[in-house]
């Protein structure tokens, strides 16, 4: 079994990444992964959102809560961070160390519990491999369904690493979840859901991140 695997609950999500159920590990393998520069990251990550002070943000695949904690400076006290993960335990790890202007909810991707147009932003950080194939364009429209018209998406995702060791540490915690590349699948899905795409940002080391904004 892959280090990565041994974190997730295949039988759920047996054809994507599967849900991941041990907070703790998760955050040891991110630190390890980002090569001890995943605050940065996460930081370019949160300023490629756009968020502005009083945004309604809405993390999907929110995990730990670690870049919902990244957002809520952004967003100031008017404004609010939703974070939703279909994992109990990472959601109790969110909840544990939220700030009072970020929230937590157990829920699915592809059927967010939330109505239409409630966010102003809507972002998503290597959430979408961990989807099972079939659900993940029902997923990205969940996500234009909850943002308000003029609102705003950002997806970041792994791009394959040019690097030997980072190429076979992805390996190691994804697998065949990242078959087609997610750049090569994003460019297809967000569009196809109804966003328009406005750009897309490589992240360095591993992050391919698309912005995109739901039409008026």
């Known amino acids: 079994m892959k280090i990565g695997q041994s974190l997730h609950n295949p039988s759920k999500h047996e054809e994507g990444g599967g849900a991941i159920h041990h907070p703790r590990a998760y955050e040891v393998?991110?630190?390890?992964?980002?090569?001890?520069?995943?605050?940065?990251?996460?930081?370019?990550?949160?300023?490629?959102?756009?968020?502005?002070?009083?945004?309604?943000?809405?993390?999907?695949?929110?995990?730990?809560?670690?870049?919902?904690?990244?957002?809520?400076?952004?967003?100031?006290?008017?404004?609010?961070?939703?974070?939703?993960?279909?994992s109990p335990p990472m959601v109790g790890?969110?909840?544990?160390?939220?700030?009072?202007?970020?929230?937590?909810?157990?829920?699915?991707?592809q059927d967010l519990p939330f109505p239409d147009a409630s966010f102003d932003v809507v972002v998503s950080t290597l959430a979408v491999h961990h989807m099972p194939y079939a659900a993940r364009g029902t997923a990205i429209g969940e996500m234009l369904r909850v943002l308000r018209p003029g609102g705003?998406?950002?997806?970041?995702?792994?791009?394959?690493?040019?690097?030997?060791?980072?190429?076979?540490?992805?390996a190691?915690?994804?697998?065949?979840?990242?078959?087609?590349?997610m750049p090569e699948l994003l460019a297809d899905l967000v569009?196809?859901?109804?966003?328009?795409?406005?750009?897309?940002?490589?992240?360095?080391?591993?992050?391919?991140?698309?912005?995109?904004v739901r039409p008026e």
């Open 29 to 86: 393998m991110a630190e390890i992964g980002f090569a001890g520069r995943r605050r940065r990251v996460f930081t370019q990550v949160a300023a490629l959102t756009g968020a502005r002070l009083g945004d309604r943000i809405l993390d999907v695949g929110c995990g730990t809560g670690y870049l919902s904690r990244v957002l809520a400076p952004r967003v100031g006290p008017d404004g609010h961070v939703t974070g939703v993960d279909p």
């Open 93 to 109: 790890h969110a909840r544990g160390r939220a700030p009072r202007n970020c929230s937590y909810r157990v829920g699915e991707g």
């Open 152 to 170: 705003r998406l950002l997806i970041a995702e792994f791009r394959p690493p040019t690097n030997a060791f980072f190429a076979h540490l992805v």
């Open 172 to 181: 190691v915690a994804v697998g065949p979840a990242m078959h087609p590349s």
């Open 191 to 212: 569009p196809a859901a109804g966003f328009r795409v406005e750009g897309t940002e490589h992240v360095k080391p591993l992050l391919h991140c698309v912005r995109a």
